[in-house]
């Protein structure tokens, strides 16, 4: 067997709940016209954050999130592929930016 997970908007539950999805959809904007156009801005707002929670399902979570390296709070979150270069850039432009933060502060 296939250790592939597949994914649930393509399961028997999925397709109905899609189906269910549609078909309320349908009779909203049918029968309730007006009252749902008064609200469709803030269904676009609402849905940048739905479209952020769906889309991020199929490239195998975050993984690389949540591990520090070692050196102290300062020291960023890396992933297993950034470079020693990167890593350089990055640490001076924290120092840059704690140096400017520092000198407003006096």
């Given at each position: 067997m296939s250790n592939e997970k597949s994914s649930f908007w393509w399961?028997?539950?999925g397709l109905a709940a899609l189906g269910l999805i549609g078909a309320?959809?349908?009779?909203?904007?049918?029968?309730?016209?007006q009252h749902v156009f008064v609200f469709l801005p803030f269904l676009i707002i609402l849905l940048c954050p739905?479209?952020?929670i769906?889309?991020?399902?199929?490239h195998g979570g975050?993984?690389?999130?949540?591990?520090?390296e070692q050196g102290?709070?300062?020291t960023p979150k890396t992933m297993s592929g950034d470079s020693a270069a990167e890593r350089a850039a990055y640490q001076r432009g924290l120092d840059t930016g704690?140096?400017?933060?520092?000198?407003?502060?006096h």
């Open positions: 399961s028997p539950k309320v959809s349908y009779f909203l904007l049918m029968e309730h016209r739905l479209m952020h769906f889309m991020h399902g199929g975050h993984g690389g999130h949540g591990g520090h102290g709070a300062d704690k140096r400017q933060t520092d000198h407003h502060q």
